[in-house]
């Protein structure tokens, strides 16, 4: 059964950084997307980044310049690096894996507070 770990939320100042990580385990086959989602009060669930096992990346406009996504295959590792954050960034984050043959899965999410 296929299981996501995700760590690295918390809270933060304005301007400071965090970095979050999400393991996936459970299963063989080859994962062909992961990303990170992110939801705040009241709102939709909205894409930050996602990249390919190619390592292809896009990113939403509001993080662009300010967060990377990379992966480690052999280890089915995704990272979220998050700089210059702001009270807008705001959310609990969530990690999406998509394996090729198995379909989607979520982790349970992190809260990432930013505030002074």
């Known amino acids: 059964q296929v299981q996501l770990v995700e760590s690295g939320g918390g809270l933060v100042q304005p301007g400071g950084s965090l970095r979050l990580s999400c393991a996936a385990s459970?299963?063989?086959?080859?994962?062909?997307?992961m990303g990170w989602y992110r939801q705040a009060p009241g709102k939709q669930r909205e894409l930050v980044a996602r990249?390919?096992?190619?390592?292809?990346?896009n990113y939403a406009d509001s993080v662009k310049g300010r967060f990377t996504i990379s992966r480690v295959n052999a280890r089915n590792t995704v990272y979220l690096q998050m700089n210059s954050l702001t009270p807008e960034d705001t959310a609990v984050y969530y990690c999406?894996?998509?394996?090729?043959?198995?379909?989607?899965?979520w982790g349970q999410g992190t809260q990432v507070t930013v505030s002074s």
């Open positions: 459970g299963s063989i086959s080859t994962i062909a997307l």
């Open positions: 990249i390919t096992n190619f390592g292809s990346t």
């Open positions: 999406n894996v998509a394996y090729y043959d198995l379909g989607n899965f």
